[in-house]
């Protein structure tokens, strides 16, 4: 089955400065990724995706690259500010499958430091 | 999301007693998810269901049991037989092949 690694586990950083999370995946037949970001006690929130179709998508702040190669995908969140702070998860999965079940890695705590 | 409805917030369990969490969702999506999250930790998947009156086991089954007589409903029930049963469960639903899953609320679960 697929196995999706993530680091760091945390990562502190000055508000304005760039966060950036790295996720690592074994099963290249893989096409899915998102990313989630959960807030304390709280439901995961879809914040982007990508598809194995292209290398990169952003959306305002926020851009995920996807190395279908080397098998891993990132998450750059650029001018960070505070209500970033969260724990983020990267997620992989295979489309159009019986299961499209997503495998998540273990979570990046993301502080922003005022 | 508002259309994943999770009940109830928080539930506590006794020993050798089963408990039920639900897991109602409003946006006619077809397959709809279990997970578990552990303190520090991601999600594990406990059950899938894509179609009414059909489910299958994810990687941590083993304790727990579903049904899905209803598109809309997907309850999950912690058995007895699950040891450690005190973590966070989260329900998702989503349409179809390619679309994201969205979450619930999530029931925290915790043993008296």
């Known amino acids: 089955g697929e196995n999706v690694e993530q680091h760091p586990s945390t990562l502190s950083v000055q508000e304005g400065d760039s966060a950036v999370i790295k996720c690592t995946y074994s099963?290249?037949?893989?096409?899915?990724f998102p990313w989630y970001k959960q807030e304390l006690g709280k439901r995961p929130q879809l914040i982007i995706d990508i598809r194995s179709n292209v290398g990169e998508k952003k959306d305002q702040r926020i851009a995920v690259t996807l190395n279908k190669t080397a098998k891993h995908f990132s998450l750059h969140i650029t001018e960070t500010q505070p209500e970033d702070s969260a724990v983020y998860f990267c997620a992989a999965s295979l489309q159009d499958t019986g299961r499209r079940a997503l495998t998540f890695g273990s979570g990046t705590r993301l502080q922003v430091q005022p | 999301d508002g259309g994943i409805t999770q009940s109830p917030k928080y539930l506590f369990r006794k020993e050798g007693q089963n408990v039920t969490l639900s897991c109602e969702q409003n946006l006619n999506h077809d397959a709809m998810y279990w997970y578990r999250q552990d303190p520090g930790q991601g999600l594990r998947l406990i059950y899938y269901s894509q179609i009414v009156n059909d489910f299958q086991k994810g990687d941590i089954a083993e304790g727990y049991s579903v049904s899905r007589e209803k598109k809309e409903s997907f309850p999950l029930t912690v058995t007895s037989a699950q040891k450690n049963p005190t973590a966070f469960y989260l329900c998702a639903s989503k349409q179809g092949s390619g679309q994201p899953q969205h979450f619930g609320d999530g029931t925290r679960l915790s043993i008296l």
């Open positions: 099963d290249s037949a893989s096409n899915y």
